[in-house]
């Protein structure tokens, strides 16, 4: 699992000063994952819902 967590810091998913990476499961047993990026003006998150839906939401505001 260790090791599975490190790659996370080698493949440049955080990358600079205030990026911000957080995962959880919710209460209803969602599993959320969420990316800020570039002084968060790119996020991105993904959920997965007990019933095997995902959805992934990508925001980018211009400079």
């Known amino acids: 699992m260790a090791k599975n967590l490190l790659s996370i810091f080698n493949n440049s ?3 600079e000063p205030g990026d911000e990476m957080s995962a959880q499961i919710t209460r209803s047993n969602r ?3 969420k990316v800020s990026k ?8 993904v959920t997965r819902y007990p019933n095997g839906t995902t959805v992934e939401t990508k925001t980018i505001k211009p400079n």
């Open 13 to 15: 998913i955080l990358n």
């Open 31 to 33: 599993q959320v994952m």
């Open 38 to 45: 570039n002084n968060g003006k790119n996020k991105y998150s």
